[in-house]
């Protein structure tokens, strides 16, 4: 009967250690996920900023087409004046 009852409370005391393995391990992944998720946020939030940045400076070094067109064909009858 002795023997039944160390059995018994050795299966116990293993289960609950399990049991406190698999809740520290549920704790451990929601925290991984929660700091991937602000990480990879963070990632694309920089990205963004640069797209922006990027976008604004393509703008200022852009000139409209008719604007180029004009300049080029000013460009062309210069060239064929000095000829």
Same mark, same amino acid.
């Given at each position: 009967m002795t023997s039944?009852? !160390? /059995?018994? &409370?050795? %299966?116990?005391? %293993? &289960? !609950?250690?399990?049991? /406190?393995c698999l809740s520290d391990l549920l704790v451990f992944h929601e925290d991984n996920g929660v700091l991937a998720g602000s990480y990879w946020r963070a990632q694309c939030e920089k990205r963004d900023d640069s797209i922006r940045f990027l976008s604004l400076k393509l703008q200022e070094y852009t000139v409209p087409s008719a604007e180029y067109h004009s300049r080029q064909g000013k460009a062309a009858f210069n060239l064929f004046l000095v000829v």
């Open positions: 039944q009852l !160390e /059995d018994r &409370a050795r %299966t116990t005391c %293993t &289960a !609950e250690g399990h049991a /406190d």
